[in-house]
T-cell receptor
């Protein structure tokens, strides 16, 4: 069965320091994995997507994630946090069902960025 | 720019008064989804359409209905909103077989 665990519900960093948001997944087949970001009262924006082409995936706004099959992890990183990065981040795995791909969401990680 | 549009962005209704939320898309995707997202929670899929083929999630209450009159538009009808239905409602689209979904900005529903 497909599932996602986000290991931290809240992460707090100072502006200019690295960001690490952790995600472990469980999948019975080679998964598609995503990170979405949601700013307050906004919809979800796709940050990046892994589909087995390359284990290191670069996304928008300087974010990247590395797929590690041996650790079943897909952690999101950014070298230097910006105030505008403060938001909720969701790690997502897809579940194929009857020709459709359902999104299985993690519980989310709230990132706070302090001056 | 191709996009997913939701109207209104904020909706206030009274307990038990029917309400309709709207979603439109210019991506020409054949699948449209409705999600409910309560405060500090992940989005929860309510149902989706592949073209006019409606697919309800098993645990979606009967109080929630949907219509898709054409490829571009999809509506969420809440027949008798309760206080527990206050949430952000998100519309998303994709092509069938594609795993990437594109989300609209959401409608924040308040029930008084």
């Amino acid at each position: 069965a497909q599932s996602v665990t986000q290991l931290d519900s809240h992460v707090s960093v100072s502006e200019g320091t690295p960001v690490l948001l952790r995600c472990n997944y469980s999948s019975s087949y080679s998964p598609s994995l995503f990170w979405y970001v949601q700013h307050p009262n906004k919809g979800l924006q796709l940050l990046l997507k892994y589909t087995s082409a390359a284990t290191l995936v670069k996304g928008i706004n300087g974010f990247e994630a590395e797929f590690k099959k041996s650790e079943t992890s897909f952690h999101l990183t950014k070298p230097s946090a910006h105030m505008s990065d403060a938001a909720e981040y969701f790690c997502v795995v897809t579940l194929s069902s009857g020709g459709y791909n359902k999104l299985i969401f993690g519980a989310g990680t709230r990132l706070a960025v302090h001056p | 720019d191709a996009m997913v549009i939701q109207n209104p962005r904020y909706q206030v209704t009274q307990f038990g008064k029917p309400v309709t939320l709207s979603c439109s898309q210019t991506l020409n995707h054949n699948v449209m989804y409705w999600y409910q997202q309560k405060s500090s929670q992940a989005p929860k899929l309510l149902f989706h359409y592949y073209d006019k083929d409606f697919n309800n999630e098993a645990d979606t209450p009967d109080n929630f209905q949907s219509r898709r009159p054409n490829t571009s538009f999809c509506f969420l009808d809440i027949r008798s909103p309760g206080l527990g239905d206050a949430a952000m409602y998100l519309c998303a689209t994709s092509n069938r077989g594609a795993d990437t979904q594109y989300f609209g900005p959401g409608t924040r529903l308040t029930v008084l």
